[in-house]
């Protein structure tokens, strides 16, 4: 959790409000977070019956929102007014226009009233009058897609969190598999703690068990292994993948190929550079920066731009234009195709 989540968090269990509050930002989880703060933390479960009111933009205008804030709290000191997908406010054009109506609210807010714009997967124009009223009387939380190249970094950082340790290689292999979504990636990590309740680590063996991602074979080591210098280990997965092809589906696979060597192109350019500046351009954890960069050394330029010529090939005949063949034929001759000088 970054520092300004937590001043959020903090406040809330201070009773310390203000009276509106942009959470806006193309990374849905934080802004989901920050939702459920407000619905669950705020008021107890008595008063919500009567001071929770939650409206959503595509339902109604802004003078039923505006209604809503003024309205006195029954029973409690403060209402909650939640107003979701705020982009979408009826009676607007255009998003600016729906969130303008809001600005003579936002300059002279109600007292009894905390008041919550989420505007999920776009950021709110930081020069526009809306914004700047926000950050006169309220608080802004604005969500960042999370990079590729932090994303091992924000798996260690859940980990403590919630108390579970999650070391670099495992961090790496969940960022590999599942991706940039963090709600699912917190599902997939909450999943095993549910299965162990008592486990304090996450292991190679439990994201096998229970994530599903093998430890010796899956589809994001085998790249590496391709471009690397352990030769048995790469004939092994191979010939696993050939014989068990629902382990590796062919656009997977080309996939995973893909982000590779696109890694492999762009290193070519920035050897010399820092691991953190290295890291930076291709898009990935300084962690690993070191075997990309050495990877370039058996596979130089042109060899990697004729690999990514023949991964777009064999993209369109893995889901069938101008081929059908299966995915052990294709792979086959996918591989043997790279391999060749």
Not at 94 to 99: H, I, N, P, T, V
Not at 202 to 226: C, M, R, W
Request: hydrophobic share 40%; charged share 25%.
């Amino acid at each position: 959790m970054t520092a300004e989540l937590k001043k959020i968090y903090q406040s809330i269990q201070l009773k310390q409000f203000a009276p509106v509050y942009l959470i806006d930002g193309e990374e849905p989880y934080y802004l989901d977070m920050i939702s459920s703060w407000f619905e669950n933390e705020i008021l107890t479960p008595a008063e919500r019956d009567f001071n929770l009111i939650v409206l959503y933009g595509k339902d109604v205008e802004w003078n039923e929102v505006n209604n809503a804030c003024r309205r006195f709290p029954m029973f409690a000191e403060k209402q909650v007014v939640i107003l979701k997908d705020a982009a979408s406010l009826k009676g607007g054009k255009d998003d600016m226009k729906g969130l303008n109506s809001m600005i003579p609210y936002i300059e002279h807010p109600s007292p009894t009233t905390i008041f919550l714009i989420e505007h999920p997967f776009k950021k709110v124009d930081g020069t526009t009058r809306f914004a700047k009223r926000i950050k006169d009387k309220g608080v802004r939380f604005t969500s960042d897609k999370i990079k590729d190249e932090t994303l091992p970094a924000w798996i260690m950082d859940y980990g403590s969190d919630i108390n579970f340790q999650i070391g670099q290689k495992e961090a790496e292999t969940l960022a590999s598999y599942l991706g940039s979504d963090l709600q699912k990636i917190a599902n997939e990590i909450e999943k095993v703690r549910i299965n162990i309740p008592g486990e304090k680590k996450l292991t190679s063996d439990l994201i096998q068990k229970y994530i599903g991602i093998s430890k010796e074979y899956n589809i994001f080591d085998f790249p590496v292994a391709l471009t690397g210098n352990d030769a048995d280990k790469f004939y092994k997965m191979l010939t696993y993948f050939l014989a068990n092809t629902k382990a590796a589906p062919m656009p997977l696979l080309v996939a995973s190929l893909y982000t590779h060597f696109n890694r492999l192109y762009i290193a070519s350019f920035v050897k010399g550079k820092s691991d953190k500046d290295a890291a930076a351009a291709i898009g990935m954890s300084p962690w690993f920066v070191k075997s990309i960069i050495a990877a370039t050394q058996n596979w130089p330029l042109h060899r990697v731009e004729r690999c990514l010529m023949l991964l777009a090939k064999y993209n369109t005949m893995a889901v069938g234009i101008k081929s059908t063949a299966g995915d052990k034929e294709l792979l086959k001759e996918m591989v043997g195709q790279m391999l060749g000088q």
